[in-house]
């Protein structure tokens, strides 16, 4: 019997990603990619011609990340160790797509690191970039100001099938735009 993660990876991600508008070529951030449930969907995605930054804190979660791409011989991922900090080691206007999906919440960030973050992400984000937020142990509305407040401009909510610690489950994600200033 199949579980909800082999059902997420093998039936729903690549199309949720799509809808949230990862498209081929693209340079995407997997910001706090844990074991690369979002990942290596994405990497299918965006192909040769893109590539994919997974980053995490977690040497562990980054091993389980490279295991899972071996197979489906994705070589468009590099994988990042942080201290789980602010900083992104990225240079400015270098990502097309972030996914902060389960980790700008008050568990891993407090509001001045969240604030700090928002800005890191605004610096490496392309005019036009994508920010594509999964705001599960948050309000909708106080991740809608804050990113606001950090300059990106709200695009659009979408309702979709997610895996949330290996269960899959319907939940809200929100789209923000990087201005082209």
């Known amino acids: 019997m199949k579980t909800d993660t082999d059902r997420w990876l093998e039936e729903e991600a690549e199309a949720v990603l799509k809808e949230a508008g990862i498209r081929e070529g693209q340079i995407v951030l997997d910001f ?7 990942t290596i969907p994405a990497a299918k995605i965006v ?7 997974a980053l995490d804190k977690s040497r562990d ?12 011989k994705l070589n468009n991922i590099l994988l990042i160790k942080t201290s789980g900090k602010s900083r992104i080691p990225l240079g400015d206007e270098s990502v097309d797509v972030t996914l902060l999906y389960d980790v700008i919440h008050s568990y891993y960030f407090s509001a001045t690191e969240r604030k700090e973050l928002l800005a890191e992400i605004y610096r490496i984000s392309k005019p036009g970039a994508l920010i594509s937020v999964y705001p599960r142990h948050m309000n909708l509305e106080d991740v809608k100001d804050e990113m606001e407040k950090a300059d990106f401009s709200f695009e659009r909510r979408l309702f979709v099938t997610l895996l949330h610690d290996k269960a899959l489950t319907r939940d809200y994600l929100l789209n923000f735009g990087r201005g082209r200033q």
Request: net charge positive.
């Open 32 to 38: 706090g990619c844990g074991s690369g449930y979002y």
């Open 47 to 53: 192909g040769d011609r893109g590539g994919i930054y």
């Open 61 to 72: 979660s980054l091993n389980e990340v490279a295991k899972r791409a071996k197979p489906e």
